[in-house]
């Protein structure tokens, strides 16, 4: 692709070669990195049902709070690829990279968590009551 800023690359950007990149790289996550695939089974699961109850607010919650930690995920993993490339042997200043991109996926497992919980609840009192 084109860079405008370096002016280099190729010409011709093109919005569904973008598109097919982006499926290209969930697909390969979602393969290839259990941590995000059951994450987001678990999450669909929960959206389903919220979906068929119509709780709209709890749907894009439980999607919001997917979506933060599926990014985090995807990231880190791309950090500690980047980092294995460059340096193969342990280097402490590598550890240190990694555990900063772990702690980061984390802090978003924490929240996508107590939403999933909170939100689970919600529905199991929804579906008692029903």
Same mark, same amino acid.
């Given at each position: 692709?084109?860079?405008?800023?370096?002016? =280099? $690359?190729?010409? $011709?950007?093109?919005?569904?070669?973008?598109? $097919?990149?982006?499926?290209? $790289?969930?697909?390969?996550?979602?393969?290839?990195?259990?941590?995000?695939?059951?994450?987001?089974?678990?999450?669909?699961?929960?959206?389903?049902?919220?979906?068929?109850?119509?709780?709209?607010?709890?749907?894009?919650?439980?999607?919001?709070? =997917?979506?933060?930690?599926?990014?985090? @995920?995807?990231?880190?993993?791309?950090? @500690?690829?980047?980092?294995?490339?460059?340096?193969?042997?342990?280097?402490?200043?590598?550890?240190?990279?990694?555990?900063?991109?772990?702690?980061?996926?984390?802090?978003?497992?924490?929240?996508?968590?107590?939403?999933?919980?909170? @939100?689970?609840? @919600?529905?199991?009192?929804?579906?008692?009551?029903?």
């Amino acid at each position: 692709m084109r860079n405008k800023f370096l002016d =280099t $690359g190729e010409p $011709g950007y093109h919005p569904l070669r973008k598109i $097919g990149t982006v499926l290209s $790289g969930l697909r390969y996550a979602v393969i290839y990195d259990f941590s995000v695939a059951y994450k987001l089974v678990l999450s669909a699961v929960i959206v389903v049902v919220a979906f068929f109850l119509r709780a709209w607010v709890d749907v894009m919650l439980i999607v919001m709070a =997917t979506g933060m930690v599926l990014v985090a @995920e995807m990231f880190n993993s791309a950090i @500690e690829a980047l980092c294995d490339f460059v340096e193969q042997r342990h280097d402490e200043r590598i550890k240190v990279i990694k555990d900063i991109a772990a702690a980061a996926v984390g802090v978003c497992i924490l929240i996508w968590v107590y939403v999933l919980a909170f @939100e689970g609840w @919600e529905i199991v009192n929804a579906l008692r009551a029903g």
